[in-house]
């Protein structure tokens, strides 16, 4: 990607494969903002599984204001923060837990974050929590072919009323 590459929130959205309601939701809710960059196409597709989870033990009413919560912040901050890791690969992988956020950059990581001790006498971190595993790392990866491919500005606006034919406007024009 060339660096200062600037998008329009509805070329974030098209590379996001979302909806552009959801680039407009995430500028609104203050994940994003314009101009866009790159790493924002990755953000708005954490935000969009992230906006739309409810913890089973914390509901949400539907007539609610759903504003971003700090665990959301943590996990949408770490997804920025690694797409300009230099660790970052295709398998790292973004935890979020009610409590806190990982993201783990090989298999032998994840492997030691989602499996109990060598002896099997200890429970992995992740044993009786409920956790979001996104696959950041290919969406990383991915990221700078499917933005040679996106179309950076916004989309033309529909006419705001019909054209009327200019021929034969003359002689069916009325004086007033």
Known sequence: MPPGTVLSANAVAVAANVDRSWAYRAIAAGVLSEPCFP???????????????VW???????????????WQ???????????TDP??????TLYVLQGSTKVVHNRQDRAALESVSSEGDEPSPLDAQ???????????????????????????????????????????TKAL
């Open 39 to 53: 790493a924002d196409v990755v953000v708005l597709k954490v935000y969009r599984v992230l906006s739309q989870f």
């Open 56 to 70: 089973p033990d914390k509901p949400k009413p539907r007539s609610a204001k759903h504003e971003v919560d700090v």
């Open 73 to 83: 912040r943590t996990a949408l901050n770490a997804t920025r923060n690694a797409v």
């Open 87 to 92: 660790e970052t690969t295709p398998e790292t």
């Open 130 to 172: 409920t956790v979001l595993r996104l696959p950041i790392g290919r969406w990383i990866h991915e990221l700078e072919s499917v933005l040679a491919r996106t179309p950076r500005s916004a989309p033309r606006r529909a006419p705001v009323g019909r054209r009327s034919s200019t021929r034969g406007s003359a002689s069916k």
